[in-house]
């Protein structure tokens, strides 16, 4: 299976890079598995959530205001990072 990885805006106005798969599960539970998600703020990458490190989050897609592609250069500097 290819990766899927997108830009996420969080309901709050962070913005994550991750890869994003999306789980089939039973009404109100976490329903999106986050890969080694990043934080990016002006242009900076760092690993989110910076206070653990656990690479493979479970949320909510209802914690997402959006899912977007990714700029190319954005996209690479992400792989780079988690390669």
Known sequence: ??????GIVL?????LISE??????????PDCRLIN???YLDGNYEKWPSFSSQTD????SSCMMTIVELENTI???YLELTA
């Open 11 to 15: 309901n709050g106005g962070i913005y």
């Open 37 to 39: 998600p990043y934080l």
């Open 75 to 77: 996209l690479a500097k």
């Open 1 to 6: 299976m290819d990766k899927v990885i997108k």
């Open 57 to 60: 989050i479970i949320i909510s």
């Open 20 to 29: 994003i798969e999306e789980l089939f599960v039973g009404p109100n539970e």
